[in-house]
């Protein structure tokens, strides 16, 4: 066992006027399972490249372990994965690769195929496999359950649940629930560590907002009523001093010793009764510097004149002869929320490409209600380049709104006048939720929604979808949020 300690950690990109750390200091037992959570943008991924030694910082960062990042990079996908695993660690032993892709349910047969040809779920076993099998190394293990589908994610979970000494992002609540052991969470204002999993560590937030909303609202009545009370002894003070001289035609002597000291009086009062104001507004503004707030988000799904507004006969899906999947038979009715399942590569995203209006390549028919518009949220986001503006202008969307959106997501105005390229994968993915919730349409085709979406967001996109009840097929690993929202579902699993 030993520590990493953080200590004063402050950084920021060049050209940018906002820091992503400023004097951070905290600790680590290299022996947790620590669960890295927090909103998009936040620097999650940036404080564990900067663990990794790869940006310059001010502060210092100490430990007598080594870090491994996942995903490692991969130069040449043509290589045997074994090649690969050689590579990467030159002094493997083979019956302790053997026995961690056991436990992750992979065939030894991957190792003896190019890396390429593994599905993504594949690679995302073998890689942790590899990098679990060094000693004295700590992993930074950054988004792994982004391609892997509902059964890899128990597997995975349960592996992970095995292991000690990493920092895992992950914003699937039941992933992380189920191994980890202690919380890293970025903060609006800082950075803390408590023990225990997501749910506990998300009660313990709940409990703390509430707390600090209600004494909130106390101080806030007390600085009112303060500030009333100091006002009135203020004033009464004033009259009285006034009196201390008489009138010139009333002939008598006031006690003016006895006066001045009931008027000094009612000025130490007024003083008092402003201190404590300036105490209560003092303590008011250590509150609610946390408190991540959630806008409730807006849909305005279509009415159909047509109760059906999809059918699909006989569907299957070939690339070069090859079957991917099929046949299926499925109808989608207003008001239906179906989850597409099926393992990696079992053809998910392509179905849905097809019910968007995809050219893809199948067999059997297709038919769908007259003057259909779909809304489609595709899962790759690697296209997105250049300014938000050429983006409201090219999809012909209203930039208000838009904007007003992404604001509700967590994005800052500054983060406007920024590139998308220098936006996280989270803030990308954002971006086409926000288009499509800008797009009124009669059906919702959503691939992956999730991929980079951070805990809050995915709760308001549950809650979204609950309250306006949209019709939408959609593709999703994350178990909570599909036993939250859908009606139904269709597996490609045969």
Same mark, same amino acid.
Not at 15 to 22: H, V
Not at 432 to 438: D, E, F, I, V, Y
């Given at each position: ?7 004063? #950690? ?7 006027? +906002? ?10 037992? =290299? ?9 998009? @943008? ?35 996908? @043509? ?48 890689? $942790? %496999? ?9 992993? $930074? *293990?950054?988004?792994? =359950?982004?391609? #892997? ?30 191994? *980890? ?90 003083? %008092? ?7 209560? !507004? ?29 059918? !699909? ?21 207003? @008001?239906?929320?179906? %989850? ?15 019910? !968007? ?16 518009? *779909?809304?489609?949220?595709?899962? +790759? ?22 904007? %007003? ?27 086409? $939720? ?31 979808? $609950?309250?306006?009840?949209? =019709?939408? *097929? ?18 490609? +699993?045969?």
């Amino acid at each position: 066992m030993s520590l990493i300690r953080v200590t004063n #950690l402050t950084f920021e990109y060049e050209g940018s006027y +906002d820091p992503i750390f400023e004097n951070v200091s905290f600790q680590i037992d =290299t022996d947790w399972k620590l669960g890295f959570t927090g909103r998009n @943008g936040r620097g999650k991924t940036t404080f564990l490249r900067l663990l990794m030694g790869q940006y310059e910082y001010q502060g210092t960062i100490s430990t007598s372990v080594a870090f491994d990042y996942f995903p490692f990079e991969v130069t040449d996908y @043509g290589m045997d994965t074994l090649e690969l695993v050689e590579e990467i660690l030159p002094d493997y032993e083979y019956w302790k690769l053997s026995r961690e892709l056991s436990l992750l349910e992979l065939e030894e047969d991957v190792l003896y195929r190019p890396f390429g040809t593994l599905s993504n779920g594949e690679q995302t076993k073998v890689m $942790l %496999a590899v990098l679990f099998l060094r000693e004295n190394h700590f992993l $930074l *293990i950054d988004e792994p =359950t982004n391609h #892997l589908d509902l059964h890899a994610r128990e597997v995975v979970s349960a592996y992970l649940d095995k292991k000690k000494g990493f920092i895992l992002v992950s914003h699937d609540r039941a992933f992380l629930d189920r191994c *980890i052991d202690h919380i890293l969470s970025i903060n609006k204002t800082n950075i803390e560590i408590q023990q225990g999993n997501f749910s506990s560590w998300r009660q313990n937030m709940e409990y703390q907002t509430n707390y600090e909303l209600a004494e909130n609202e106390k101080l806030k009545k007390e600085i009112r009523h303060l500030t009333e009370a100091s006002r009135r002894s203020a004033g009464w003070s004033d009259a009285v001093e006034k009196t201390k001289y008489g009138t010139r035609n009333s002939g008598l002597r006031p006690d003016r010793g006895f006066i001045g000291h009931k008027a000094e009086k009612m000025m130490k009062r007024a003083k %008092a009764a402003e201190a404590r104001r300036e105490k209560a !507004a003092e303590d008011k503004a250590g509150l609610l510097k946390n408190v991540e707030k959630a806008p409730e988000l807006i849909l305005h799904p279509l009415p159909h004149h047509s109760r059906r507004l999809m059918e !699909a006969s006989g569907i299957e899906i070939a690339y070069s002869q090859k079957q991917v999947c099929g046949p299926l038979d499925f109808t989608v009715n207003a @008001g239906d929320r179906i %989850a597409l399942t099926g393992r990696n590569g079992a053809g998910k995203s392509s179905i849905l490409k097809l019910l !968007a209006g995809y050219e893809i390549p199948h067999r059997g028919q297709l038919t769908e209600a007259n003057g259909l518009i *779909i809304s489609y949220v595709e899962q +790759d986001t690697s296209f997105l380049k250049g300014e938000l503006a050429d983006f409201v202008e090219q999809n012909n969307l209203d930039e208000t709104l838009f904007k %007003a959106v992404l604001r509700k997501l967590d994005f800052s105005r500054g983060q406007f006048e920024k590139r998308i390229e220098s936006f996280s994968a989270g803030q990308k993915k954002k971006i086409l $939720l926000a288009k499509s919730l800008c797009t009124p349409a009669h059906l919702y085709i959503w691939d992956e929604p999730l991929n980079y979406i951070d805990v809050l967001s995915r709760i308001q996109l549950e809650e979204l979808i $609950l309250k306006f009840k949209p =019709t939408m *097929i959609l593709v999703e690993h994350d178990k909570t949020f599909l036993d939250h929202t859908a009606t139904g579902s269709i597996s490609l +699993d045969r």
